[in-house]
């Protein structure tokens, strides 16, 4: 029986956060990516039950945790009133075969910003949380994701999922 190679493991290095207008916002303790969820129904079909997928994006959020806390967190949220934010996502991932570079950009508003809590020794830890509209992912200057959601493209994969969808409305 012959197996496959077993791929390696990745570490991810420390990500950067940055805001257009404003610049660097902090490097981030952890990130959490928006899930990408569409929402299901129900079939009955005869003997079963089956899911099947509407095409219809759930609401994403995008979650992320400083260990530090700077003035700049308060522009980037008092900014985003008359206009949405911004943020972009820089990563490295490093493996045996090398180091990969990663950049998630978002654009939404701030609904959440979270100070850090007032504990002597205790490391700060600043959270920020924004609803996405827009959420475009480059691995190694390559796009490999785009969701628009004001637009309708959903690009995954090559493929622009809503594209049929969008030439009937658009």
């Known amino acids: ?3 496959s190679k077993l791929r390696e493991a990745q570490v991810i290095n420390a990500a950067s956060v940055f805001v ?5 916002l902090g490097v981030s303790k952890e990130v959490e990516l928006p899930a990408i969820e569409f929402e299901t129904y129900t079939q009955n079909a005869g003997f079963y039950k089956a899911h099947q997928n509407s095409g219809i994006l759930k609401e994403m959020t995008l979650k992320v945790k400083f260990s530090e806390y ?6 980037s949220m008092s900014s985003q009133f008359n206009q949405s934010s911004n943020l972009y996502v820089k990563w490295n ?8 570079g990663h950049v998630a950009t978002f654009r939404g508003n701030i609904t959440k910003l979270t100070m850090p809590k007032v504990a002597s020794g205790e490391e700060v830890e600043v959270e920020l949380e924004m609803q996405v509209y827009f959420y475009k992912k480059d691995e190694n ?12 493209i959903c690009l995954m994969g090559g493929k622009d999922i809503w594209a049929d969808l969008r030439s009937h409305v658009m």
């Open 70 to 75: 700077n003035i700049v967190y308060l522009n």
């Open 93 to 100: 991932v490093s493996s045996q075969k090398g180091h990969f």
């Open 20 to 24: 257009e207008g404003i610049g660097f």
């Open 141 to 152: 200057n390559a796009q490999v994701m785009l969701i628009d959601t004001r637009n309708m």
């Open 1 to 3: 029986m012959v197996f």
